[in-house]
């Protein structure tokens, strides 16, 4: 403990805009700062979420990034860094590819209670993901408790063996934030403003460019739309490793001059208001926030069905496997637009809030609940 406090130090990658540092951050704003100190240990450079972080009374630390070849280096600097903090009464290991060396090393010098939290449902592919794989495989069994933020990502993680003992702690929101209203109208107009999108067909995907989000399936469903519809445009919002390819497919697929790559957004409820239908074709995901924002928004969302169940709602999500090709996610798309848009004209009227709060994903409720478990398991020593 530190003054009193309950330290619970959140193991994660960095602090950048990304869906996991950006749930995170929710609880930080939400969580009792009375009686819990919510730490970060990283391993990237400084991100866009820090110095808000540092002013809620969080305090950063960081460690070597993971590379196998520097397997030693970082297994003492983590052993260094427990060693010289006492103080944490839980590790929260969001970053579970190498959860399995560290978290051993954390519980060796007395931290009582260690929790894996499973955010994805699967790896990148090549070498980097066979060893994610084999690092998590003994993971289960080297924590006090297994939690994850979806089934499907419980299942990926810890194997399916392991299913029935993982628990469940889906991530959660500011519901409000998103809701249709009059502010966050005049924020999409203003974003169909400044991208000459007022009179469009706004074609909407907030995410990291990334191996799991499927970009280059988007911008060929794009191009099936594109040819049914002439005033059709596609606003794509974030940032990441797969952008300038990304770019060079749209060229390639003479559909430039309607894609918009609008770059790392801090309000994606105004590009949710600003679209028509939000289509998300990822290949894998944990719990993808995006999918439950724009519901708060009233917007629909066509989603592959590989992405966890949990995030269907409401009547404004439809999932498709991607099996079913481009041409039928095109036609599928504009079918539910239609029929959404039918069914309530009004944006104003879509209001799924309730709904989503039922289901859990209300963020007061929720760090309500989360801070009573961390109480227990400190409590109990990990032991539920």
């Not at 869906?19 to 990283?42: C, P, T, V």
């Not at 051993?104 to 209670?113: D, I, L, S, Y």
């Not at 810890?158 to 029935?164: K, P, S």
Request: charged letters at 25%; a negative charge.
């Amino acid at each position: 403990m530190k003054d009193g406090k309950i330290v619970v130090l959140q193991v994660i990658g960095g602090l950048s805009m990304g869906g996991a540092e950006s749930r995170m951050m929710d609880i930080a704003r939400e969580i009792d700062r009375e009686r819990f100190s919510f730490d970060f240990l990283l391993d990237e450079p400084p991100g866009y979420y820090e110095p808000e972080a540092v002013s809620l009374g969080s305090s950063i630390y960081r460690v070597p990034r993971f590379y196998f070849f520097n397997w030693h280096q970082y297994t003492s600097a983590m052993d260094r860094f427990f060693k010289e903090h006492k103080e944490i009464d839980i590790v929260q290991a969001s970053l579970t590819s190498t959860a399995s060396i560290y978290l051993p090393v954390a519980k060796k010098n007395g931290v009582p209670v260690t929790m894996a939290y499973a955010r994805s449902a699967g790896v990148d592919p090549g070498p980097k993901g066979w060893l994610t794989k084999r690092l998590r495989s003994t993971l289960f069994e080297k924590c006090d408790i297994a939690a994850a933020v979806s089934v499907e990502a419980g299942k990926a993680v810890y194997g399916t063996e392991h299913a029935d003992k993982v628990m469940i702690i889906p991530d959660a929101f500011f519901l409000d934030k998103f809701k249709p209203s009059a502010d966050n109208a005049a924020k999409g107009l203003e974003i169909r403003e400044r991208y000459s999108l007022k009179d469009r067909f706004v074609i909407v995907h907030v995410g990291r460019f990334h191996y799991a989000k499927n970009h280059e399936f988007l911008l060929k469903v794009f191009k099936e739309i594109a040819a049914k519809r002439e005033d059709a445009a596609l606003l794509l919002a974030g940032d990441g490793d797969t952008l300038s390819m990304m770019k060079a497919l749209a060229a390639k697929e003479g559909i430039s001059d309607k894609v918009i790559f609008a770059g790392q957004q801090s309000d994606p409820a105004a590009f949710y208001s600003a679209g028509d239908i939000m289509i998300f074709p990822s290949r894998y995901e944990g719990l993808p926030g995006t999918v439950i924002e724009a519901q708060s928004s009233g917007l629909p969302v066509l989603m592959s069905d590989t992405i966890t169940p949990e995030v269907e709602v409401t009547e404004f999500v439809r999932s498709l496997p991607l099996a079913s090709g481009v041409e039928a996610w095109a036609s599928e798309a504009l079918r539910f637009y239609d029929k959404i848009n039918a069914s309530y004209p009004d944006r104003g009227g879509r209001d799924n809030i309730s709904a989503l709060a039922d289901a859990g994903f209300e963020i007061k409720a929720s760090v309500r609940k989360l801070e009573k478990l961390y109480e227990e398991l400190l409590e109990k020593g990990g032991d539920l």
